[in-house]
């Protein structure tokens, strides 16, 4: 999976992956309007807005981006119904075939990373039949156990092909209460703890190539340059999955260094900046009906910001 | 809800709580037969299977344990289907007057962590109704985004009467990889990051106060005595959720640093050594038809160990 992702960057020239988080105060009021009038404003009818919003975005952006970044907690806030749309989405996704990136940040001991890793990337075996549940071709890990909470998710990986992306440094603004905090190693040096997560990153990544990268694969905040820089020398063969940019405060020039020399490397995450682009002032001419389209140039606008980034490192 | 779990220990004398992580090579050939025959060999009928033999054990140790602690992994593996096992499973439990912990070790940043929040302890707002999604009473957090990704969690709680345990130092063996990392601090001191992390859950906790105890409570495993009792003094008024009990190794003896002074402080877990306790030596006597028999009998000598051991420290 991780080939072709890589594959799919260089024939869109878009390193982009689109985050579905659909928030119900981003859906068209149109569309809020048709679900509940055929499910009532219910479980079932959020689920069914938040799906045809999706739909129409995906159709709008498909052609022009590798992947799609759902992240499972806007849908599991709806229940049962809302993780049918998350399933509805990652489905389709796949038939437009595009790369579905599932943000899950899951991670828990041995057996139980093994049920989330079976679930999310995996078969489940009943009887004598085997089934996919939600069948996302990476997932998002939390690394705070260690690695026997990641190995069984690398373990499926190994067997389906699909790869993962685990969490070293987030985005978010207090993200470095602990994993900036600086640790002490066996040679008596300090770095900070993303770095050491960054290390086991690499370390694990290292059994795990695809053609030219690992499918063992790192997030790293676009609002924390200075540390992707040098994270991307500790996990050279890693992809790195970029959350923040856009509405979180990352700008194209940040991301540069992200990129290793062959302009690859890393995939920058958007999610309100493009899905909810018909809120922003610079896209409001095309109106709320017009999401989609919305949506559409504000990743042309993207895929040019960053393409004139890395032109001009 | 911190209240109600005090008083249910006080009640019961048990400071105990069952996880209902029903993999189904536990699960008796008499009941998945039952389950297969009316659904086949699929993920509704793995889901039937790990709801009625759920049902079975809750019913015959409902009397003698404050809480059960359903991990939702074991139920997410198969797909839509498991995960409603799951909510029947939480719902059936809270019926029974069970205080329900979701094992479910989400965290994100600020509004990703709001809707698991909202979906898990919460209601979600869908036009001008508001629907519950698994409500559970407590939930496990994963702290590693730091307090961006905690406090939404903490309102919630504050807003619904539920609780927290967030993951300090986990049970498993690898756990030590980052969580027992020689921290720098600001006053020249080292300090292992579970203990940084402890400290921080004390703070959080502070003023999210119950009548005794705060509802912000912490996960520490059995299987590191040494480190719950260092780390009973960092958070003194902090319920520890202590798992590895049984199984994963932990032994009655272990437990008693968990605890404060006043006998409470703590709940152990244990999940296989209870559910499938009929597969053990020990109770092998009852049979895998009575298998509930053979899990109630686990519970009272889980009792009587805990006791003893505290009686004797």
Chains 1, 2 share one sequence.
């Not at 009532?40 to 975005?57: F, P, R, T």
């Not at 190994?158 to 993200?175: C, D, H, M, Q, W």
């Not at 300090?190 to 694969?217: F, H, N, R």
């Not at 790293?220 to 999955?241: C, D, H, N, Q, W």
Request: charged share 20%; with cysteine.
């Amino acid at each position: 999976m991780i080939n072709r992702l890589v594959q799919k960057i260089q024939q869109t020239g878009a390193p982009i992956v689109v985050g579905l988080d659909p928030m119900l105060k981003y859906v068209p009021r149109h569309i809020q309007q048709k679900a509940y009038a055929e499910y009532g404003e219910s479980l079932q009818g959020a689920a069914e807005a938040i799906w045809l919003y999706n739909k129409e975005i995906v159709d709008a952006i498909c052609d022009l981006v590798p992947a799609v970044k759902p992240q499972i907690a806007m849908y599991e806030q709806f229940g049962i119904e809302g993780l049918q749309a998350f399933q509805k989405t990652v489905s389709y996704c796949r038939e437009k075939g595009l790369v579905v990136i599932g943000d899950i940040k899951r991670g828990d001991i041995g057996s139980t990373s093994e049920a989330y890793a079976v679930g999310h990337l995996g078969r489940v075996q009943v009887g004598a039949n085997a089934y996919y549940g939600f069948n996302e071709d990476f997932v998002t890990v939390n690394p705070y156990l260690g690695s026997d909470g990641v190995n069984p998710f690398i373990k499926v990986c190994r067997e389906e092909k699909k790869g993962l992306f685990i969490l070293v440094k987030t985005s978010n603004p207090s993200s470095g209460e602990f994993q900036d905090r600086l640790v002490k190693c066996e040679d008596g040096t300090e770095k900070p703890l993303y770095e050491i997560v960054g290390e086991k990153v690499a370390q694990w990544g290292a059994d795990c190539m695809g053609d030219t990268y690992s499918y063992i694969g790192a997030v790293v905040g676009a609002t924390y340059p200075e540390m992707g820089k040098a994270l991307r020398r500790v996990m050279p063969k890693s992809f790195i999955l970029v959350p923040g940019y856009g509405a979180q405060g990352g700008k194209g020039a940040d991301l540069v260094h992200f990129f290793n020399e062959d302009g690859l490397g890393a995939i920058v995450n958007s999610s309100r900046g493009i899905i909810a682009a018909y809120q922003q002032e610079k896209y409001a001419g095309y109106g709320e009906e017009n999401f989609a389209e919305a949506s559409r140039a504000a990743v042309l606008d993207m895929k040019a910001d960053i393409a004139s980034a890395l032109a001009n490192r």
